[in-house]
């Protein structure tokens, strides 16, 4: 999947967040507290998401301005392996997956988004893996 192509899955992670998923992610994952920066490094690509109040505003490829918020950086390999078992917390743990994420950003800020971020990220991975459930 080329760069552009996969902004234009992005967009479709923002339409989604801010339609048919926007109950569950703004009330049960509470991302109606997060706003802010949100990066997801594919091999060394940032792209952006900027969220106001759990509202995805904008989507870009590129690091924020004012430097990362949150946001997870992996390689290929390791989105694979993570669209696969979309378990947050085995794709974050150090001690139990060889292939663990990078957290962007303090970790003070990570820990108190983990919820939102892993909710965002199974979208992710539903749009790249055009699953519809």
Sequence with gaps: MTELERLEKFKIVQERVNGPEAGLFKNRYDGRFFTG?????????????FLYK???????????????????????????????????QLATSIKHNPLCFQNLGSALANRQNNSV?????RIIAKVMMDDEN
């Design 37 to 49: 920066d949100m990066t997801f490094v594919f091999d060394g690509v940032p792209y952006n998401m």
């Design 117 to 121: 971020i892993a909710q965002m990220m």
């Design 54 to 88: 759990g509202t995805v505003i904008d989507v870009f490829i590129g690091q924020p301005a004012d430097g990362y918020n949150v946001g997870i950086s992996g390689s290929s390999e390791q989105w694979e392996d993570f669209f696969r078992h979309r378990n947050f």
